[in-house]
């Protein structure tokens, strides 16, 4: 579990007492046990809501899922540095830093339209 514990085991609590059942199955991603919540919703007390799944076809699907979200925050971020580095003036070879922007730029795009494309099928 990478959040600290204290924490997990305070909202694990706090799920119990909401009336969630802890269920045998835990987060792929954490290893935290997974909660169903009386609306029928299944949640890891760290990452929030969780999908079962029911073949390795519709893994994979969340997995690049998951894959283009990573990308498109790491895309996201590259863009805020380099701005904030154009901005105040630190960047050394500002043609450089526009370069390699425009280029992380391209990245978040076709993240953006592949998940587009995905959540349409």
């Not at 994979?60 to 805020?80: G, K, N, Q, Y």
């Not at 105040?88 to 993240?111: C, D, F, I």
Request: hydrophobic share 40%.
């Amino acid at each position: 579990m990478s959040a600290n514990r204290n924490e997990v085991v305070r909202k694990m609590a706090e799920l119990m007492r909401s009336g969630a059942t802890m269920l045998d199955k835990s987060c792929p991603l954490c290893g935290a046990p997974l909660f169903k919540l009386r609306s029928g919703e299944i949640i890891c007390p760290i990452h929030g809501p969780v999908r079962i799944v029911k073949s390795e076809s519709e893994a994979v699907e969340i997995l690049a899922d998951a894959v283009l979200d990573e990308l498109e925050d790491f895309a996201a971020r590259r863009i805020h540095e380099i701005l904030t580095s154009l901005k105040s003036g630190n960047s050394s070879n500002e043609e450089y830093s526009l370069r390699t922007l425009m280029l992380w730029l391209q990245v978040l795009k076709y993240a953006r339209v592949i998940k587009a494309s995905s959540q349409k099928d």
